[in-house]
Nanobody, 127 residues
Framework: QVQLVESGGGSVQAGGSLRLSCAAS????????MGWFRQAPGQEREGIAT????????YYADSVKGRFTISQDKAKNTLYLQMNSLKPDDTAMYYC????????????????????WGQGTQVTVSS
């Protein structure tokens, strides 16, 4: 059973930066898809970045491309999301997610694809 615990959320002014962390435990397999999702009030949960822990390939939604960076520290079993140039539209609850990677290593940013979720961490960006 994979367990995920996010941290690092908070309040920041527009243009600022935050780094989210997701500590993972209970890994059974060597290769997982890891992802960051976010959900604003009244909106669908959006996949914004994914990473294949084996090959390291990444995906970014257009809304965060060039501003956010997903990365991992394998030794610490920790996933990160570095968020720069934050905008008020980035305000949301941010969730870490994981699932055993498929044979092709592709990690789609789709909520239904991921089986393990953290509890979320709130990010609020003020103008």
């Amino acid at each position: 059973q994979v367990q995920l615990v996010e941290s690092g959320g908070g309040s920041v002014q527009a243009g600022g930066s935050l780094r989210l962390s997701c500590a993972a435990s209970g890994y059974t397999y060597s290769n997982y898809c890891m992802g960051w999702f976010r959900q604003a009030p009244g909106q669908e949960r959006e996949g914004i970045a994914t990473l294949n822990t084996g090959g390291g390939s990444t995906y970014y939604a257009d809304s965060v491309k060039g501003r956010f960076t997903i990365s991992q520290d394998k030794a610490k079993n920790t996933l990160y999301l570095q968020m720069n140039s934050l905008k008020p539209d980035d305000t949301a609850m941010y969730y870490c997610a994981a699932v055993r990677a498929g044979w092709d290593g592709y990690c789609p940013p789709k909520r239904d694809y991921f089986g393990y979720w953290g509890q979320g961490t709130q990010v609020t960006v003020s103008s």
